[in-house]
């Protein structure tokens, strides 16, 4: 795509560490989503517990930030459940805690980012 063209991709979703902890480290920060449509979400507070979040059934961030439903059934992934443990030993949590221990702390991540971009 040359600079000329008129035409228009959509923006890719992202997920990120929102780097909101002053120095502190990437591993010590919050995972957020930022969608293409608008979505916004803290996912996690830090990438333990993200992997916490896939390792219990979810299939990424847009479904934590988009979707979460507390009568949610999990479908656990063993194996994420050993790279989530062998990042953070002792920090395991259920996709629900994830999730809400995230929104505790995080209540106006959306505000924050709508602001952002006005």
């Excluded at 560490?17 to 449509?37: C, D, K, M, T, Y």
């Excluded at 988009?66 to 009568?71: L, N, Q």
Aim: proline share 11%; charged share 25%; hydrophobic share 40%.
């Amino acid at each position: 795509m040359t600079p000329t063209d008129d035409r228009q991709f959509p923006a890719a979703p992202a997920t990120a560490f929102w780097l909101i902890r002053p120095s502190r480290p990437p591993a010590e920060q919050p995972v957020v989503f930022l969608g293409s449509e608008g979505e916004t979400g803290v996912v996690a507070r830090d990438p333990g517990d993200f992997l916490s979040l896939l390792a219990d059934g979810f299939g990424g961030p847009w479904e934590a930030a988009t979707s979460y439903e507390p009568d949610w059934n999990a479908r656990p992934d063993q194996e994420l459940a050993a790279i989530a443990e062998g990042f953070a030993p002792h920090q395991r949590r259920t996709a629900a805690a994830v999730i809400e221990l995230a929104a505790e702390e995080f209540p106006d991540f959306d505000d924050i980012i709508m602001e952002l971009c006005r």
